[in-house]
């Protein structure tokens, strides 16, 4: 079913959903526990508001819609209930009046879902996240038949007003919660917790810093496809945060699709049986008008202590959950209980967690507490600059001890490295004899290309042996990306009849890069490709191939927004991970062409000479999830530094040289691996 889950990323209703469980964002129960004691206390119905650091936080349909980008306008209903026999095992489900849940699911049903139909799976997979994650049902709930008459057609899936459905159900879930928060034992919270959860850590950014880490600071789309972590937070963290919050910390009352701070006056938010409160009017007023909190009192319902499940799940979607009686569909009747899971002993570690919310609490206590006298102030700034010029000198004398060494070493370095120089002959293996390649258009600076492969080969080798943090990558050569554009010429010649070389499809079965080879299938056990690409004759880009988006996102220094080289791996690559899946899945796949799409840099690279650095950094940056900001023309000499310094360490690496010295040519090499320029 692995194409199907890619399909259920790829969905519009449920891409974003999806991203939460593949950035691994932990649930803290914790934190969501003690906002849900500080909440205000109004007379509206379906929207709740709470308070932090004084500062009053709103959330309503329009923050909600802002987090999940779940659809919240209601279409006419009328066929809603209407569904067609097609024969298939919810057809039957429904006939004979049957019951199902999330449990009988997982323990029974998925033996022998290969022999259900594709829709069936497809209507399987939808439910599951609607049922488990959307709308947060416990596993041993009955799902509804009306969800299942929905899955069995996708497009009444995609028009119905899941937003609004299960923002109503989290609301009233919430307010069914409030009797709970007094009793000294744990409770389940019901409904999509996360987007609970994911809106805190957007109105308090500094929880959400404590949590986890943003994706990226430029993502656009709903905000729970932009957080990742797995750290723990503690009621005393909460409390130290609020404590120590000035007026320099960002708080944020209300959050919408166009950004923080705004206040969108739209019908679509606007909910059935909603009640007007002038307090709350009173509060969005001071809102546009920027008022200061910091001196406001606020009646604030103050529960007595209580613990929350914490919830550490091994799925998102086992977030527990009663009944939809409270919503706006009908829903069929059925019986429901909430049991109270004892905690979960799994231990799930964050790296760097601890430290990023010991640098927020101290700074955030710092700014409070600390105020320097100008004279101390400017003693300390002398100080520091001191001691950086001093480390800056030492610094620059060792690299140029270091780059000294480096060039003495070059010559044993070439014997140690010389077999991660594989170029491909591709004129032999049924190409045409008199076709010789371009001297002009795909040369590429010797001393470059050995270089960047070396890089690749290292990045490589640093996934495989788990000394970096990324998986499911794969990382290709020159020379790949060589073969890709010069094959894209057979395939213009010839599109009907063009069939891909054979070398390539070694690539995307890991055995190709031969030196660091992962043997790991693309769109198996691969999701995303990064290669370093030359264009134009005299540039390098790098490029970064994701299977499960179907896109191809390119770095480029120099701010270009098209490159006809890219449009080769656009459309090879496609055919290259088809043909290389299972043979009972290649009908799944197709081959048309990815999506490309030019990463917003800037221009860079001034020296006009430092395009190949550039193209290495961006991988190394996006792989591990840094900004590509860190990379600039200010410190570009620095980094190609580095790079000279990692590959001076790797050729000294004994677990490197003992890999190297066990290397064998896969037999895919024997007659076709020559040096070509």
């Known amino acids: 079913m692995l194409c199907l889950k890619n399909m259920g990323k790829r969905d519009p209703v449920l891409t974003h959903i999806m991203a939460i469980q593949g950035h691994g964002l932990k649930f803290s129960g914790k934190l969501v526990h003690s906002f849900l004691c500080k909440e205000l206390v109004t007379s509206k119905k379906h929207e709740k508001w709470f308070v932090f650091a004084r500062t009053p936080l709103r959330f309503s349909l329009q923050e909600y819609h802002a987090v999940t980008g779940l659809k919240i306008s209601r279409e006419s209903s009328s066929d809603v209930v209407k569904w067609k026999d097609d024969g298939g095992f919810w057809s039957k489900l429904l006939k004979g009046d049957g019951k199902i849940t999330l449990k009988m699911i997982r323990k029974e049903h998925l033996k022998e ?30 799902i509804p038949h009306l969800y299942i008459k929905l899955v069995m057609d996708l497009d009444k ?180 209980s909430v049991n109270v899971a004892g905690k979960s002993k799994r231990k799930i570690q964050d790296e760097g967690a601890g430290t990023r919310k010991k640098n927020l609490l101290c700074k955030r206590s710092a700014e409070r507490k600390l105020t320097l006298d100008p004279e101390t102030k400017s003693f300390i700034e002398g100080l520091i600059h001191t001691s950086v010029t001093f480390l800056g000198d030492r610094l620059s004398a060792q690299m140029e001890k270091m780059e000294t060494g480096f060039t003495e070493r070059m010559g044993k370095m070439e014997c140690e490295v010389s077999q991660l120089r594989e170029v491909i002959n591709l004129t032999s293996e049924g190409r045409k004899a008199n076709q010789s390649p371009s001297k002009s258009k795909f040369d590429q600076p010797p001393a470059k290309k050995k270089e960047i492969d070396a890089v690749m080969f290292l990045f490589r080798e640093r996934t495989t042996l788990k000394r970096w943090k990324p998986r499911r990558v794969a990382f290709m050569t020159v020379v790949f990306s060589n073969m890709i554009k010069k094959e894209y010429n057979c395939f213009l010649e010839c599109k009907r009849k063009y069939t891909l070389h054979s070398l390539l499809l070694e690539f995307g079965k890991g055995i190709l890069p031969p030196h660091g080879r ?160």
């Open 157 to 336: 899936v995609r028009k119905f007003h899941w937003g609004l459905h299960s923002y109503e159900f989290l609301v009233s879930s919430m307010q069914k919660t409030k009797k709970k928060l007094d009793n000294k034992e744990s409770y389940i919270l019901e409904g999509f917790t996360y987007a609970f959860q994911i809106w805190i850590m957007e109105a308090v950014p500094d929880s959400g810093e404590i949590l986890g880490r943003r994706v990226s600071n430029s993502f656009i789309g709903p905000r729970c496809g932009n957080w990742k972590g797995l750290a723990k937070v503690s009621y005393e963290d909460i409390i130290q945060l609020e404590d120590s919050f000035d007026e320099k910390g960002d708080l944020f009352s209300v959050i919408s699709v166009t950004g923080n701070g705004d206040v969108l006056i739209s019908t679509n938010y606007k909910t059935k049986g909603g009640m007007e409160d002038e307090r709350v009017d009173l509060l969005l007023q001071r809102i546009r008008g920027k008022f200061d909190w910091s001196n406001t009192e606020w009646p604030v319902l103050e529960p007595e202590e209580t613990e929350m499940e914490e919830a550490e799940k091994e799925d998102i979607g086992s977030e527990a959950e009663m009944s939809v009686d409270d919503t706006d569909v009908v829903a069929d009747t059925e019986t429901s």
């Open 518 to 677: 992962t043997q790991e299938i693309w769109n198996v056990d691969v999701d995303r490709l990064y290669v370093p690409v030359h264009v134009s004759g005299n540039h390098w880009i790098a490029l970064c191939i994701s299977f499960v988006t179907r896109s191809i996102d390119v770095f480029d220094c120099s701010g270009r927004k098209r490159y006809k080289e890219v449009d080769a791996f656009a459309l090879l690559v496609p055919r290259i991970v088809k043909a290389v899946q299972p043979t009972r899945d290649q009908k799944d796949f197709t081959v048309g062409a990815y999506t490309v799409f030019y990463v917003p840099i800037g221009k860079l690279n001034k020296s006009a000479c430092d395009c190949g650095v550039y193209a290495v950094k961006f991988i190394e940056c996006h792989s591990l999830g840094l900004e590509l900001a860190l990379v600039n023309d200010d410190n570009i000499k620095e980094a190609h530094q580095r790079i000279l310094w990692d590959l001076w360490e790797a050729a000294n690496d004994p677990e490197l040289v003992d890999r190297m010295s066990t290397y064998e040519p896969p037999e895919c090499l024997s007659s076709t691996v020559e040096e070509i320029r």
């Open 113 to 142: 879902v290969h022999n259900w139909t594709r829709v069936d799976r497809v209507g399987l997979i939808y439910l599951c996240v609607i049922m488990g994650v959307v709308m947060g049902r416990d596993e041993k709930v009955n």
